[in-house]
């Protein structure tokens, strides 16, 4: 069975994350091509609202929609603060609270810029 999530504003799941990680099979870590896109659209937003922002390590050029922050930067003002909200889980089991299937593994450079990657 798994745990209890209930939807918190703007539709994401809210529960316990390590649960959930205990729960569902890590070959159920999934997310589909529809999700990156979201990612992109919502990091992109971030960008220019300034919530995502330049950082010593990462001086990206908000302007910029090819490349853009990199994955880490990401990570760090993006990924973690929304799944910290949601109760801690990955970004993937917070798109699919029941796991998805993964069938192609696709991997990336944590300096590579999100935009460039998506």
């Known amino acids: 069975m798994l745990p209890s999530l209930c939807l918190i504003?703007?539709?994401?799941?809210s529960g316990d994350g390590a649960e959930l990680h205990r729960k569902v099979a890590a070959e159920k870590w999934g997310v589909t091509k529809?999700?990156?896109?979201?990612?992109?659209?919502?990091?992109?937003?971030?960008?220019?609202?300034?919530s995502i922002v330049p950082t010593e390590l990462d001086p990206f050029d908000p302007r910029d929609d090819i490349f853009?922050?990199?994955?880490?930067?990401?990570?760090e003002q993006?990924?973690?603060?929304?799944?910290?909200?949601?109760?801690?889980?990955s970004w993937a089991l917070m798109k699919h609270p029941k796991g998805?299937?993964?069938?192609l593994f696709v991997t990336h450079a944590w300096q590579e810029g999100i935009f460039e990657f998506i």
């Open 34 to 50: 529809a999700d990156l896109k979201r990612l992109r659209r919502d990091v992109w937003k971030a960008v220019k609202n300034g």
């Open 68 to 75: 853009g922050p990199s994955i880490y930067t990401i990570n």
């Open 100 to 103: 998805l299937k993964v069938d």
């Open 78 to 89: 993006y990924i973690k603060p929304v799944t910290a909200e949601a109760g801690n889980m």
């Open 9 to 13: 504003g703007g539709g994401r799941p």
